[in-house]
């Protein structure tokens, strides 16, 4: 993994209180000891987010979806999303969702003091490690939306590791904004096809909702 240096270690106790807080809906629930880092860590899985004000590891891992980390260094607060846009050929479903999941994390960075107009963002994924969908170009459509969507919102991009057809392992540390990133096997983008066929079913069944983005 890649990183300017090592934030500072949560305060001791720091999983106890992960597990003990109220989760909103959507937001990620999976809390454990992160081995390689050895300080609490947050699973993120497909149409979750994660914000936090402390440097506990909050991780997901990407084949064709896209996260998007976004930091308020002057509040100390920062998130990531886990999200992928339904099929090509439903452009109006793939903007509702890729948009929900944004507002989503936009709207608990701002309710934990994010500022919006301090946010800063880097992005990940939209790999083609899927065969059946590479004549959808779904990787490049994810990472096409959350450009656009940074853009139209005046967030500042400051890193990427998009596309190629390799999978990615992220680790973000909210406090101090640090993002590192690890380039899987490509050959273990199989089990990434299996994930993320079943999100692309569950989002074809249920509706997304409606967030209505703080000013």
Same mark, same amino acid.
């Given at each position: 993994?890649?990183?300017d240096?090592?934030p500072?270690a949560?305060?001791?106790?720091?999983?106890?209180?992960?597990r003990?807080?109220?989760?909103?809906e959507?937001?990620a629930g999976?809390?454990?000891t992160d081995?390689?880092?050895?300080?609490?860590?947050?699973?993120?899985?497909?149409?979750?987010?994660?914000?936090?004000?402390?440097?506990v590891v909050?991780t997901t891992t990407?084949?064709?979806?896209?996260?998007?980390c976004l930091?308020?260094?002057?509040?100390?607060?920062? =998130?990531?999303n886990?999200?992928?846009l339904?099929? $090509?050929?439903?452009l &109006? +479903?793939? /903007?509702r969702y890729? #948009?929900?999941?944004?507002?989503?994390?936009?709207n608990?960075?701002?309710r934990r003091?994010?500022?919006?107009?301090?946010l800063?963002?880097?992005?990940?994924?939209?790999?083609?490690?899927?065969k059946?969908l590479a004549?959808?170009?779904?990787?490049?459509?994810?990472?096409?939306?959350v450009r656009?969507?940074l853009?139209?919102?005046?967030i500042?991009?400051r890193?990427s590791d998009?596309?190629?057809?390799?999978?990615r392992?992220?680790c973000?540390?909210?406090?101090? =904004?640090?993002?590192?990133?690890?380039r899987l096997? $490509?050959?273990?983008? &199989? +089990?990434? /096809?299996?994930?993320? #066929?079943?999100?692309?079913?569950?989002?074809?069944?249920?509706?997304?909702?409606?967030?209505?983005?703080?000013?």
């Amino acid at each position: 993994m890649r990183a300017d240096k090592m934030p500072l270690a949560p305060p001791p106790g720091a999983l106890d209180a992960l597990r003990a807080r109220a989760r909103r809906e959507h937001e990620a629930g999976i809390f454990f000891t992160d081995p390689h880092f050895g300080r609490a860590a947050v699973k993120v899985l497909p149409g979750e987010y994660y914000v936090h004000d402390q440097d506990v590891v909050v991780t997901t891992t990407l084949g064709s979806c896209v996260s998007a980390c976004l930091h308020d260094a002057g509040a100390g607060v920062g =998130g990531l999303n886990h999200f992928m846009l339904p099929d $090509a050929g439903d452009l &109006a +479903a793939g /903007a509702r969702y890729g #948009a929900f999941a944004m507002e989503l994390l936009v709207n608990e960075l701002v309710r934990r003091g994010a500022r919006r107009g301090c946010l800063e963002a880097k992005i990940f994924g939209g790999g083609s490690v899927m065969k059946s969908l590479a004549s959808t170009f779904i990787g490049e459509k994810n990472v096409a939306f959350v450009r656009e969507f940074l853009a139209t919102e005046g967030i500042p991009l400051r890193g990427s590791d998009v596309l190629d057809v390799v999978p990615r392992r992220i680790c973000l540390f909210p406090r101090s =904004g640090i993002v590192m990133c690890r380039r899987l096997p $490509a050959a273990a983008g &199989a +089990a990434f /096809a299996v994930q993320e #066929a079943r999100y692309r079913t569950e989002l074809g069944r249920a509706p997304a909702g409606a967030v209505e983005l703080f000013k």
